[in-house]
């Protein structure tokens, strides 16, 4: 039997030796690389935590003592140590999530998996153990330095600074990345610990004397390497940072090393106050391609050969990143007041080309959206034009920025949204399904879908034009939807895509949804129902010509990714009423709810938002309204789109 195998909770680390610790170490990292090749997922990561993870499991006794994850995405190996092995289906339905989850595991605290929450979390946690007669339980919180450049970590340690009655450990994991290299000073701070030679002479000769005697006398040379760093940090103009917050620290520490790291965390664990164990790894540890990887050292990868670490059939097509790089480079090189922001993501964003051609035009705040919406505020009223370029879940926690700093003030700066809609095996903290409800709500606020490349790429360049408003252009993770050419182009920006001689029903597909609304309206030309399908481009403010539209058929069927409830379509809806059109309103979208892991095929079909579902609804809702219909003719059921796209049924 293996060692890992024998392992179905945390309790089974206790009897092993440190040798077997190193041996199952080297055992898991093997069991990583083979099963997250064949699945994808967060890889480098959790490469990279792997002997933390047992150590903090082997002196913590979760989940009576918690141990919140900041961020979920370096939890695997926690997954395995608390009897989670089977990784055949991770990320897919039915199968682990790659972030913790409460239904899988009492292990698992915390589910959201947006950075710099953790000390948040872990400070209530313990006042409330604290205050409730509970202080021989421990809480622990894992951060990467990488989430140590947003605001609430900082805001966090200053209330935990203001209580030292309780038992908090925070665990600094510190491989000088997040997605990519660690910015900021918060890193140039991190950096000169990790490398000033006079903490390194200290620490080589130290731990070689320290290592010849037994363990108390190790236990000292941890407590008195702590202190002394203290005073080389000073002695080195390295500033004191921790201590100064009257927080213990400890460390730095290697996180590759057993000893010192079972010894330490023993230390933080008996000292009855919040300490910090800063302890430095080495993300993708153990694994060469990963090592080699310059760029994120395997973050997160798709289908990989595990040998080579080379990408397997990836997917088709180009992505929509990809021409929004493509484009912006474009923009910039004729527009030297654009500028572009983003938050620790320079690559996933697609900004890294632009940053390669314009390198002194790109500001990286590290994981800090509130602040990078709130400069790009003011870089706007110094004359420049900020192009914000954000995953769509992550510019949730911007809200207050977008509202109060940028739309207040008539700012011209442009939110490019990624991975918006349904983004599939990330799971609920990942589905970028709320911007579209949250954003429409600012005063002032244009909001652009584009449904393919050519849009992507017009409506790029028409919001960078727009310079006293915010803009926002959001798409969905992938590869771009094929073109989608329009028949006629209304004369507020409205892109009508079929329009039959005789139609009832007008279906409104919201960026990408276009294409699933044509096929919507085929399988309804096959029954005889003609419909009129068009694209606002625009979806906020609500275009005139809509309304017109609408006064026109007798239903409205809106079709978005993002949650119905507050939707574009409750919008349109609203802006019918003010204008005294009663046409009947049918808002399809995904519901308000947290969904899980699964693809985005799989949610989409659960929502209803397939083409066969929508166009048996659509028909279903004609004859039982009895709304007239114009007989199926060869002139109502002819329709202009293409004849690949027509289907002879609704089951089709």
């Known amino acids: 039997m293996s060692l890992l195998t024998s392992i179905s909770g945390p309790r089974d680390l206790d009897g092993l030796s440190v040798d077997q610790l190193t041996d199952l170490a080297e055992e898991i990292r093997g069991f990583l690389i083979e099963n997250v090749a064949r699945t994808g997922g967060h890889l480098g990561p959790n490469l990279g935590v792997v002997e933390l993870t047992i150590a903090l499991h082997r002196v913590f006794d979760s989940p009576r003592d918690p141990i919140v994850f900041d961020t979920g995405h370096q939890s695997y190996v926690h997954k395995l140590l608390t009897g989670r092995q089977d990784f055949s289906q991770l990320r897919s339905r039915g199968g682990l999530a790659g972030y913790p989850q409460r239904s899988e595991s009492e292990h698992d605290i915390v589910e959201s998996s947006h950075a710099s929450s953790s000390l948040s979390w872990a400070d ?22 990488g989430a140590l450049t947003g605001g609430m970590t900082w805001e966090a340690l200053n209330n935990i600074s203001d209580d030292n009655d309780r038992n908090l450990v925070i665990v600094v994991n ?27 002479t200290l620490h080589r000769g130290s731990k070689s004397a320290f290592a010849k005697l037994g363990p108390a006398a190790r236990a000292v040379y941890r407590g ?39 010894e330490t965390l023993e230390l933080a664990k008996n000292y009855g106050a919040p300490v910090i164990v800063h302890v430095i790894t080495e993300k993708g540890r153990g694994y060469q391609p990963a090592m080699d990887d310059v760029a994120d050292q395997f973050h997160a990868v798709g289908r990989i050969d595990p040998v080579t670490g080379e990408t397997l059939g990836g997917p088709s097509g180009t992505a929509w990143t990809d021409v929004f790089a493509q484009e912006l480079v474009r923009i910039g090189d004729d527009h030297p007041e654009v500028i572009a922001m983003t938050a620790a993501m320079l690559r996933p964003t697609g900004l890294l080309p632009f940053a390669e051609k314009h390198p002194d035009r790109v500001y990286d705040v590290g994981i800090a959206e509130q602040h990078a919406v ?119 920006g409205v892109d009508v895509l079929a329009r039959p001689s005789s139609a009832d029903v007008l279906i409104v597909g919201i960026g990408p949804m276009a294409h699933v609304a044509m096929d919507v309206a085929s399988r309804l030309s096959a029954q005889g129902i003609g419909a009129t399908v068009v694209d606002p481009r625009w979806v906020i403010p609500v275009p005139e010509s809509l309304v017109d539209l609408a006064a026109e058929h007798r239903l409205v069927i809106t079709i978005e990714d993002g949650i119905r409830v507050g939707g574009v379509g409750t919008r349109i809806r609203q802006v019918l009423r003010e204008a005294g059109v009663d046409t009947a309103v049918d808002e399809l979208g995904v519901p308000d709810e947290f969904i899980d892991h699964a693809s985005r095929d799989q949610i989409l079909a659960d929502a209803g938002l397939t083409a066969s579902k929508i166009a048996q609804d659509v028909v279903a809702q004609v004859l039982g309204t009895r709304i007239p219909v114009a007989r199926p003719t060869a002139d109502s059921r002819e329709l202009w789109i293409p004849e690949a796209a027509r289907t002879p049924d609704l089951d089709g």
């Open 224 to 262: 008195v390497r702590g202190g002394t760093h203290g005073f080389l940090s000073r002695f080195t103009n390295n500033v004191a940072l921790y201590s100064n917050l009257d927080i213990k620290y400890l460390g730095p520490v290697d996180g590759h090393d057993f000893p010192t790291l079972l």
């Open 124 to 145: 209530g946690i313990s006042r409330a153990f604290a205050r409730t007669g509970r202080r021989d339980r421990h809480v622990v919180a894992l951060v990467g330095d």
């Open 174 to 200: 510190d491989n000088g990345r997040s997605y990519a290299p660690t910015i900021g000073g918060m890193a140039r701070y991190l950096n000169r610990v990790r490398t000033a030679e006079a903490y390194q």
């Open 374 to 492: 709130a400069s790009a505020a003011g870089l706007a009223y110094g004359g420049l034009h900020p192009v914000v370029a954000l995953y769509a879940t992550f510019v949730n926690r911007a809200f207050d920025q977008v509202l109060m700093d940028v739309a207040l003030h008539r700012a011209g700066v442009t939110f490019v949204l990624d991975r918006a809609g349904v983004t599939g095996p990330d799971g609920p903290s990942h589905h970028g399904i709320w911007d579209l409800a949250i954003l429409q709500i600012v005063p002032g606020i244009r909001i652009a879908v584009p449904r393919d490349e050519a849009r992507l790429r017009e409506e790029l360049g028409e919001a960078v034009r727009i310079t006293d408003a915010p803009t926002v252009l959001r798409y969905p993770k992938g590869s771009v939807s094929p073109d989608l050419p329009a028949v006629e182009r209304l004369a507020d």
